[in-house]
């Protein structure tokens, strides 16, 4: 028999999301008993590109890339979220398709909520909805760095940034990731990404091991990484706006 879902007060951190950790109890209360906790195995979509998501994930654990594409099938990751933030939050803005989709990067858990109650909720509730429009502006400051970073800073500053980014929302050193997936979310060639590597690989920041990263030296990681990645940081510490 498989596990029912849980309601999201009994999960104990770090399966915790900021967003909701920093709403009152009475805030809390208007989610009610559809907010329940749900497993996300990695490459698990969680909305279609020009479609609105039918579920919003408040992320406890794992990480979820939201990636643009063009019209020859190119992909590139224009933002993460981690348990920072909830995914479709630019949904919840207005009506205009979003050509992005959004799946499951690195496996873990979340909060899922129907997104039509989330949309009634950020239209009725002043911190729900100051809490999320908080999270969506650090995901576009973050957005306006990295695409000055994209044009501007080498291949293995951009994957040392990206790969502490990852470290921050899951906690973890290892993780699996196959040179043809960095390609596709760092919007570079797999000869560049096979190059970027093996630069960090040699300064003793990480570890390759066939689809294997490993952060073995975060501070020499953060040596190599470009200054976007200290916007990104402050960023992903800063306390949501909920009350």
Known sequence: MSRPPQRWELLAPP??????????????????????????????????????????????????????????????????????????SLHLLGSLPAATQCFVQVAGTALRYPFADLRRLFRDSAPVRDAVLSFVQKQSVVLEQISTCQLFHEAH??????????????????????????????????????LACGALQRTGAILIRRGHITIVNREELKQQACSCYLVAERCFHAKPSGR
């Open 15 to 88: 399966h915790s999301n900021a967003i909701l950790d920093s709403f009152s109890p009475s805030v809390r209360a208007l989610f009610g008993e559809r907010l329940v906790a749900v497993p996300l195995p990695v490459h698990a979509s969680l909305y279609e590109n020009n479609s609105e998501p039918q579920f919003g994930y408040f992320m406890t654990s794992g990480v979820a890339s939201v990636v643009g594409n063009t019209p020859e099938g190119h992909l590139a990751e224009v933002s993460i979220v981690g348990r920072e933030g909830v995914t479709g």
């Open 157 to 194: 500053s951009r994957l040392a940034r990206w790969l502490l980014m990852i470290q921050d929302r899951t906690g973890s050193d290892e993780f699996s990731l196959t040179q043809e997936f960095l390609s596709e979310m760092l919007g570079s060639g797999r000869p560049t990404v096979t």
